[in-house]
């Protein structure tokens, strides 16, 4: 059976996000088809997990948490991939599905994903994902010329935008051709996204617990197509505002947690759901949101988005299932008031702030 969608990792997120939207949307007839599966790593510890990944009976998500104030738990099954391929043993299967049967692409290779090192090109098939990811376009490029989408779900502002400057900066030193350079800018669809679910434990060998809340944001743009309807989907003419909610809502409440966590020399393995059993405390958070954050969103024109989002930002916090340590939230403290207190003022700069302020020790 063709695949029209081929995924480059096997992250435990993406098998409770893109995968699982897919398998739900294939049950409704509203999918673009199944997924081909490829491990960029070569990591032969996880050959295991691509065995189950495309198991005939699918593979377990358990979606534990709280929703709309109930707690939530129920496990589902993810019969959308139907291959799973390593471009360390499968790389002439990979070529071949690329070119003949991929329509969207997806990606969500971690941390260190668009890292291009100085032997890039010591091997027939390179090391790096954008390495892989130029030398298959080519080869579709010499074979076909068919039109392409590329989703990418790895966590950078902008992500389809800084993956294709990537990539074309690869292709004017390895295949300086113009004209293929001309078919990346012109039918090649590099869509910028973001993705929002947490995503908290694995399932051996395959599988994933993972809350309720789940959100996959794409900015739109001619020649778009998508590898599925969903209602965790959106489609949107800015990211932004759905990058700042995230940043200036949930992640900002995370590091206003983290700051009374440190100032108050609280428990040291304390978790966010813990911290926030302490009346004084929820409240203390709530006055933020209602007085200064959600204010400030009103002055962009989006009060109602960033009171859903406080809403369910604060159901994802309170749930019974996640143990989120505050020592964890607690890394890179000093960066993370910057972009997610003080970059917030700068944006909304007429609305008064001075509680976050105050905790983001500016004046």
């Given at each position: 059976m063709p695949t029209p969608i081929v995924q480059f990792g096997t992250s435990r997120?993406?098998?409770?996000?893109?995968?699982?939207?897919?398998?739900?949307?294939?049950?409704?007839?509203?999918?673009?088809?199944a997924i081909t599966v490829v491990q960029t790593t070569g990591s032969p510890e996880r050959a295991g997990r691509l065995a189950a990944l495309a198991a005939p009976g699918g593979y377990p998500v358990i979606i534990r948490g709280r929703q709309d104030g109930r707690d939530i738990e129920r496990e589902q099954r993810v019969v959308s991939v139907r291959r799973?391929?390593?471009?360390?043993?499968?790389?002439?299967?990979?070529?071949?599905?690329?070119?003949?049967?991929?329509?969207?692409?997806?990606?969500?290779?971690?941390?260190?994903?668009?890292?291009?090192?100085?032997?890039?090109?010591?091997?027939?098939?390179?090391?790096?994902?954008?390495?892989?990811?130029?030398?298959?376009?080519?080869?579709?490029?010499?074979?076909?010329?068919?039109?392409?989408?590329?989703l990418p779900c790895e966590l950078v502002s902008r992500n389809g935008d800084v993956l294709k400057r990537l990539i074309l900066d690869l292709q004017a030193n390895r295949y300086p051709e113009s004209d293929f350079r001309e078919w990346l800018l012109t039918d090649v669809v590099w869509a910028n996204t973001l993705v929002d679910r947490i995503v908290s434990a694995p399932i051996e060998p395959a599988g994933a617990v993972a809350e309720p809340y789940a959100l996959w944001a794409i900015e739109n743009q001619p020649g778009l197509v998508l590898p599925c309807r969903h209602p965790a989907m959106l489609v949107v003419d800015d990211l932004t505002p759905y990058e700042k909610l995230k940043l200036h809502i949930l992640n900002l409440?995370?590091?206003?947690?983290?700051?009374?966590?440190?100032?108050?020399?609280?428990?040291?393995?304390?978790?966010?759901?813990?911290?926030?059993?302490?009346?004084?405390?929820?409240?203390?958070?709530?006055?933020?949101?209602?007085?200064?954050?959600?204010?400030?969103?009103?002055?962009?024109?989006?009060?109602?988005?960033?009171?859903?989002?406080?809403?369910?930002?604060?159901?994802?916090?309170?749930?019974?299932?996640?143990?989120?340590r505050l020592r964890d939230?607690?890394?890179?403290?000093?960066?993370?008031?910057?972009?997610?207190?003080v970059d917030f003022h700068a944006w909304t700069p007429d609305v008064p702030k001075p509680a976050l302020l105050d905790i983001a020790g500016v004046q």
């Open positions: 997120f993406l098998q409770a996000h893109a995968d699982l939207f897919v398998s739900e949307a294939l049950e409704k007839g509203e999918a673009l088809g799973a391929l390593s471009t360390a043993t499968d790389w002439d299967d990979v070529r071949r599905i690329f070119c003949e049967e991929a329509g969207v692409v997806l990606s969500n290779t971690g941390d260190t994903g668009y890292d291009v090192g100085d032997d890039d090109l010591a091997d027939p098939v390179p090391p790096s994902f954008p390495g892989k990811l130029l030398a298959l376009l080519h080869e579709r490029f010499q074979t076909n010329r068919r039109k392409l989408t590329v409440g995370h590091t206003v947690l983290a700051d009374v966590w440190m100032k108050e020399n609280r428990p040291a393995d304390e978790t966010v759901k813990a911290m926030l059993r302490d009346a004084a405390i929820r409240q203390r958070l709530l006055s933020l949101y209602t007085a200064e954050v959600i204010p400030g969103f009103a002055a962009r024109g989006l009060r109602r988005q960033a009171e859903a989002y406080v809403a369910a930002t604060m159901d994802r916090f309170d749930n019974p299932f996640l143990d989120h939230i607690a890394n890179h403290h000093a960066e993370k008031l910057v972009r997610r207190l």
